[in-house]
């Protein structure tokens, strides 16, 4: 039996760990349906069981458990003091995507996300379940605005899952496809972000599809070094500055603590949909603005608003966040090394995108795929680093 199972470990992980991702993702769908669902902290819990003993059964080297220990440690730490076990929940389900297929996991993300995203319409356009669309103010000085939403509940909820889709669709196919299926999936979604209404949203969907035609007209782009040093700079460090310097100059017109604001910001405001005062606004206990930022995020920071790489160090606290761009950091590197440009196109897309959005900032696993890509690349550098073996010597079994 015992030879059985270290013969087969990892095959068991990998079954582990699908049928977690397999849970997220439905949960995901369901979440952005119109469905009420009230048993999310029990799926949570059941997944976080998946994710844990999918982790604990992959092969690694003494160095490499020391490492799981200190990152498991460090979200223990989190979650003790902002009473938030996310971190915790995605740590393990990085460690646990170590050695899965990377190709075939996507594949099979993006098609039940696919799925379930074209049922969510269906139920709307059909008057079985959801909206079509819904007529509000959104804060843009328009009283009867008309957005598309289609079953989604929100434009912006609509535009994001559209936005995730063909993230993943160019990270699968768009270096291989041909003009009309570039044609094609550009249309439907500059499209989708048309009837949403969202100006951000098609900026981001522009300058992605830009890069990514860049990326395929010229693939010997991927032997450059210059790419993925933009690429860094970028995302996260432009974007998190950005985000930043949004925070303190929040914090300095609504609390006079921060960073002095120019005039200009007022300009920019009603651009933004008032998205950087809402980051005082939206949060009860005011801890958005970058001067109430914590080194662990407490308790009381459970307010939601729109900038995401600001919500990241609002939700967790400063030294969680500086971690997660530190990790960001190593894959891009992972990617200089593999040659992995669309990896890159997506890195600095969904980095862009976070500054005005927060959709991948989440307690939804399911939300975020590139926790897939993180996980394996993540896997690799560390393994790879503290050269890891797999049939002698320092192995924990």
Known sequence: MKSWFLDNRKRISNDLFYLALTIELILMIVEKSEISFSLESFVFRATFLLTALAAMMIRRSTKEWLTVAVFLGLTVCAYMISGKNDLLRVALFLMAARDIDLKKTMKYAFYVCLTGFIAIALLSVTGILGDVLIVGDFGRGIPDEK????????????????????????????????????????????????????????????????????????????????????????????????????????GYWYTGKGIPSPEFYWDIEPLLSYRMSNIYYSSEDRGGVLARWKLFAPRTAEGYFDMGWVRLFYWYGIIPAVV??????????????????????????????????????????????????????????????????????????
């Open 147 to 250: 957005r598309y939403v289609f079953g989604f509940g929100h434009p912006n909820t609509l535009f994001g899952s559209a936005y995730a889709i063909l993230m993943m669709w160019l990270w699968l196919y768009g270096s291989k496809a041909g003009i009309l299926s570039y044609i094609a999936v550009s249309a439907g979604s500059v499209l989708i972000a048309v009837i949403t209404r969202s100006r951000t949203g098609l900026a981001v969907v522009m300058l992605t599809l830009a890069m990514a035609v860049v990326a395929r007209i010229f693939p010997n782009l991927r032997e450059k070094r210059f790419v993925y040093i933009v690429g860094a700079l970028v995302s996260p460090t432009v974007c998190v500055l950005l985000s930043v310097l949004a925070a303190g100059f929040t």
């Open 324 to 397: 997660i761009i530190a990790l960001l950091f190593i894959i891009i590197y992972v990617c200089r090394r593999k040659k992995d440009i669309w990896t890159m196109v997506l890195i600095m897309s969904i980095g862009i995108y976070t500054v005005v959005e927060a959709t991948f900032v989440t307690r939804y696993i399911g939300r975020d795929f590139f926790l897939i890509i993180a996980g394996v690349y993540l896997g690799e550098f560390f393994g790879k680093l503290f050269k890891a073996k797999t049939k002698e010597g320092n192995i924990h079994v």
